[in-house]
């Protein structure tokens, strides 16, 4: 249930000694829309021209040095950091003690880079919005980006207010505000399971898994894995807050080892691991390398069958070799886990394009993918081999027993219906 928070406090993050006119233009914003701004100052070489609730010398101090030693760390990269590290903690303990409900920072790449690290410590739930001139930039790397964060583009708010500048600020004030009013923070009455998938066209799983989950007395998020999607679904695991996951959409590890923009980054199917969750895994659409449509595939994979799903986004078959290469990686990235690990292994194929009379059917390059798994899986990760397509009903059901085998194990908590 949603807790109607009558007079929000704002947490409203920027440079006051160079973004004085904006900043302040936002806590009046905050104030005609409800809300209670509180001002945390991240300036680095001089004093805003007003009296921040939180200063400059409070935010050292919380990084645990000076703003004298900040000043004298090196160059501008290395300061903005270490106040990056002090408003990260500062603001982590004013959530904790219940001081705030949501944040606001302004920035150009170096406000925008503080930013990032602020909006990753707080939890899902507490809302995060950040204005930036390099909003959805690709200079922004996917594992940076908390999974509720909201951007805005700060357009025409490079120096001083415009007319676009304040239509800017003001829409983004009003959502915050908005938000930490209304937002419904995460229901944790029951253990959350983590599943991925790519739409429901191309893997359909989920149809089957999700209400039979719900059934058992889970509650089950789904991710896109486009990009993005995985990203959130890493941050989440990270934190430890999947009781098991179900990653069964892999397939932006292929992205990633491919370099296409449609990545999650480098620690794509780590994460959980690490956190010592439980996971089943499985490899759809691992056979595919997604690309934006708007744009020419990269010489290496040039030749390979080709499928536009929509005018943004079209996929790749990697070659056999390049899926060998594929299997080798999951398989390195399953050897570091430390929690109880599974792979299922659908032997029809992994993703709805693969069947026959489909544009991306491959038997030689799926066979050559079946192999090395085969070869490559380290003794942490059980195989099991299902004689299915991925999209079949036999193979959620397979699925869905080993996983109440877990839970009749104790390796996974029971649901609470």
């Known amino acids: 249930m949603s807790t109607v928070v009558s007079v929000p406090r704002i947490l409203v993050i920027g440079t006051g000694d160079t973004k004085s006119d904006e900043l302040q233009f936002m806590a009046s914003v905050i104030r005609e829309a409800g809300g209670h701004p509180v001002m945390l100052d991240v300036s680095i070489l001089g004093d805003p021209p ?6 400059r010398h409070d935010v050292a101090a919380a990084a645990g040095t000076s703003i004298e030693a ?35 920072a302004l920035g150009g790449s170096m406000g925008t880079d503080l930013a990032l690290d602020v909006s ?17 930039s690709h200079l922004v790397p996917p594992e ?25 600020l003001s829409q983004a004030c009003g959502a915050v505000v908005g938000a930490a009013r209304h937002s419904r923070k995460p229901d ?59 990653d069964f959409c892999i397939q932006e590890v292929s992205n990633h080892h491919y370099g296409s923009i449609v990545t999650s980054g480098p620690d794509r199917l780590e994460n959980a691991g690490r956190a010592g969750v439980p996971q089943i895994v499985a490899p759809g ?11 020419e595939p990269p010489p290496v994979l040039a030749d ?14 990697a070659s056999p070799e390049g899926r060998r290469e594929i299997a080798r990686v999951v398989a390195a990235k399953l050897g570091r886990a430390a929690g109880k690990t599974a792979f299922l292994l659908p ?5 709805e394009w693969d069947k026959p009379g489909e544009p991306l059917h491959d038997p030689a390059g799926h066979a050559a993918f079946v192999d090395e798994i085969r070869k490559s899986l380290p003794p942490n990760v059980a195989l099991r081999e299902i004689d299915a397509h991925i999209n079949a009903p036999h193979f959620s059901d397979a699925a869905l027993a080993l996983f109440d085998a877990w839970v009749a194990e104790g390796i996974v908590p029971e649901g609470r219906p």
């Open 50 to 55: 007003y009296l921040p609730d939180h200063s």
């Open 188 to 246: 944790t009455a029951r253990p959350l399971i983590g599943m991925t998938s790519l739409g429901s066209t191309c893997l359909k799983y989920m149809k089957h898994l999700k209400p039979e989950l719900e059934r058992r007395g889970y509650d089950v998020a789904v991710f896109h894995a486009t990009g993005m999607g995985g990203r959130a679904f890493e941050a989440v695991a990270e934190k430890g807050g999947f009781a098991a996951v179900f």
């Open 304 to 317: 390979r069958p080709y499928h536009a799903h929509n005018r943004l986004i079209g996929s790749v078959t």
């Open 285 to 295: 659409a691992v056979d595919m390398v997604d690309l934006p449509s708007w744009r």
């Open 120 to 136: 990753a410590v707080l939890p899902v739930g507490i809302p995060k919005f950040v204005v930036s001139t390099i909003a959805y």
């Open 347 to 351: 032997i029809e194929g992994l993703q």
């Open 144 to 168: 940076r980006i908390a999974p509720d964060l909201m951007m805005i583009l700060w357009a025409g708010g490079l120096y001083g207010l415009s007319g676009i500048c304040c239509a800017v």
């Open 70 to 104: 900040i000043i004298a760390s090196g160059d501008e990269n290395s300061a903005m950091a270490l106040m990056a590290q002090g408003a990260s903690a500062l603001v982590l303990d004013l959530y904790r003690a219940g001081k705030m409900d949501g944040i606001i």
